[in-house]
T-cell receptor, first 115, second 112 residues
Framework: AQSVTQPDIHITVSEGASLELRCNYS??????LFWYVQSPGQGLQLLLK??????LVQGIKGFEAEFKRSQSSFNLRKPSVHWSDAAEYFC?????????????FGGGTRVLVKP | NAGVTQTPKFRILKIGQSMTLQCTQD?????MYWYRQDPGMGLKLIYY???????DKGEVPNGYNVSRSTTEDFPLRLELAAPSQTSVYFC???????????FGPGTRLTVT
């Protein structure tokens, strides 16, 4: 069965500094990968997704992610963090099933931004 | 365009009570999902549906039931509520199941 691991439960970063969130997946075939963000008290919003092609994917809010098949990773990055980036971030992998496709989510990484 | 709406926003139940969490989407999406979110555990899939009249279990279906009589609505039923069902519940929808999922604002449920 596929799985997603986000090794960092919490990350604290200073405003203006760079941010990298780690995501490792386990999946037998070529994965469909996603990063979602959840602001406090809100539902999840898609940041970016990788299906195929260029392994460096650009998303909304200045985020990017790089797919590395050899490392089974899909890490999320932002060069300069803003206070509004304080949120919880979830990595997810899509599972293909005859009964219907669905996502498996990692445990999430909570990002705190210091002024 | 309201997207995915969920009601209620908050609810407190006593052990053994039942309730229905409502979810409606106005995007004509085929796929709909129910997740629960517990601290540090990410989102766990409870049930999902690939279209009206078709539902299937996710990772954690015990204690829940669903129905999908229309494309728009996907209610989640809790029978005999237990403290272990204290959680935040999210409904989501997507067009084809592999594309972006759109999430509702969530329902915070406490069972005491």
């Amino acid at each position: 069965a596929q799985s997603v691991t986000q090794p960092d439960i919490h990350i604290t970063v200073s405003e203006g500094a760079s941010l990298e969130l780690r995501c490792n997946y386990s999946y037998g075939a070529t994965p469909y990968l996603f990063w979602y963000v959840q602001s406090p008290g809100q539902g999840l919003q898609l940041l970016l997704k990788y299906f195929s092609g260029d392994t460096l994917v650009q998303g909304i809010k200045g985020f990017e992610a790089e797919f590395k098949r050899s490392q089974s990773s899909f890490n999320l990055r932002k060069p300069s963090v803003h206070w509004s980036d304080a949120a919880e971030y979830f990595c997810a992998v899509a599972q293909f099933k005859a009964a219907g496709n669905k996502l498996t989510f990692g445990g999430g990484t909570r990002v705190l931004v210091k002024p | 365009n309201a997207g995915v709406t969920q009601t209620p926003k908050f609810r407190i139940l006593k052990i053994g009570q039942s309730m229905t969490l409502q979810c409606t989407q106005d995007m004509n999406h085929n796929y709909m999902y129910w997740y629960r979110q517990d601290p540090g555990m990410g989102l766990k899939l409870i049930y999902y549906s690939v279209g009206a009249g078709i539902t299937d279990k996710g990772e954690v279906p015990n204690g829940y039931n669903v129905s999908r009589s229309t494309t728009e609505d996907f209610p989640l039923r809790l029978e005999l509520a237990a403290p272990s069902q204290t959680s935040v519940y999210f409904c989501a929808s997507s067009k084809r199941g592999l594309d972006e999922q759109y999430f509702g604002p969530g329902t915070r449920l406490t069972v005491t």
